[in-house]
């Protein structure tokens, strides 16, 4: 199982530039609105983009996706610590909490 990032841990290292942070919704979904530089990656594209969109496999990595409910963030997360990714976490409370919390996202 992927470990877990806080919202107040995530934004901090949003703020220092300390993470990749990397939006499992894509399409339309990251198009309106995601965290602050925040790349696409789908659990459906993980294997054929990640080396590209990932290079580094030692860099911290964080997946989120809507909500709790969401299964795409730990699908992504899981797919990246299996493919070698050494420092892979997931905010499992999504952009939901994110933008409850008044915190700034960004569009395409």
């Known amino acids: 199982m992927t470990a877990l990032i806080t919202r107040d841990e995530l934004a901090a290292a949003i703020e220092v530039g300390a993470v990749t942070v990397v939006d499992t919704l894509g399409g339309e979904y990251y198009a309106q609105q995601h965290l602050p530089g925040a790349l696409a990656l789908v659990p459906a594209d993980v294997d054929a983009q990640a080396s590209t969109v990932l290079p580094d496999r030692d860099a911290p990595i964080v997946t989120y996706c809507s909500n709790p409910a969401c299964p795409n963030s730990g699908q992504v997360a899981d797919r990246l610590a299996n493919l070698g990714y050494t420092n892979v976490r ?10 409850e919390a008044g915190l700034p996202t960004e569009t395409a």
Not at 90 to 99: A, F, L, N, S, T
């Open 90 to 99: 997931k905010y499992r409370e999504g952009i939901q909490d994110w933008v």
